[in-house]
Antibody
Framework: QVQLQQWGAGLLKPSETLSLTCAVYGGSFSGYYWSWIRQPPGKGLEWIGEINHSGSTNYNPSLKSRVSISVDTSKNQFSLKLSSVTAADTAVYYC???????????????????WGKGTTVTVSS | DIQMTQSPSTLSASVGDRVIITCRASQSISSWLAWYQQKPGKAPKLLIYKASSLESGVPLRFSGSGSGTEFTLTISSLQPDDFATYYCQQYYSYPYTFGQGTKLEIK
């Protein structure tokens, strides 16, 4: 049974770079997309971006200028970096596995079926 | 971006009730819709994918329907464990987007 374990710094100052890592245990790393999602306190969910085992990425345009997602296939890990953080980036950050749904013509659509427990990140001076 | 709108935002119901949550997309997303359940302090849990496919291990009282722009999540007989917040999410196009959530409360 696949499990996602995530970690990273929980308290940042404005203008610093957020850095989180998610490790995948008990399942294949290839054949999936791996996502980051965040949830500000008391609010809804926002998709940040995703990466596959080959390093192909997709980002939310609202964060694209500050986001970088990378992968380390030797460790079955993927990581998130978000630069120039402000208080608006305070949130619980989740990693998740994207499982492929075949849509025909060789195209897959990815839904998030396994989630990490979340990491609380607070940005405060 | 595709906007996802859920209704109602809050729903009060009793154990044993049948409840329906609606999700509307701002443009057609075919059947590429997922439903998640989230409890306080926990990660979201996948219930339904491809609009109506039940995730393994999810109780049969949960069901999903719809296509295009209109979708519903139905809980046939509410159980105490079902009181939580529910989110729909489209995975038809980037960026993936979520509804604002429906909080299911005990009446």
């Amino acid at each position: 049974q696949v499990q996602l374990q995530q970690w990273g710094a929980g308290l940042l100052k404005p203008s610093e770079t957020l850095s989180l890592t998610c490790a995948v245990y008990g399942g294949s790393f290839s054949g999936y997309y791996w996502s980051w999602i965040r949830q500000p306190p008391g609010k809804g969910l926002e998709w940040i971006g995703e990466i596959n085992h080959s390093g192909s990425t997709n980002y939310n345009p609202s964060l694209k200028s500050r986001v970088s997602i990378s992968v380390d296939t030797s460790k079955n890990q993927f990581s998130l970096k978000l630069s120039s953080v402000t208080a608006a980036d305070t949130a619980v950050y989740y990693c998740a596995r994207g499982a492929g749904d075949y849509g025909g013509l060789g195209y897959y659509y990815y839904y998030m079926d396994v989630w990490g427990k979340g990491t609380t990140v607070t940005v405060s001076s | 971006d595709i906007q996802m709108t859920q209704s109602p935002s809050t729903l009060s119901a009793s154990v044993g009730d049948r409840v329906i949550i609606t999700c509307r997309a701002s443009q057609s997303i075919s059947s590429w819709l997922a439903w998640y359940q989230q409890k306080p302090g926990k990660a979201p849990k996948l219930l339904i994918y491809k609009a109506s496919s039940l995730e393994s291990g999810v109780p049969l009282r949960f069901s999903g329907s719809g296509s295009g722009t209109e979708f519903t999540l139905t809980i046939s007989s509410l159980q105490p464990d079902d009181f939580a917040t529910y989110y729909c999410q489209q995975y038809y196009s980037y960026p993936y987007t979520f509804g604002q959530g429906t909080k299911l409360e005990i009446k």
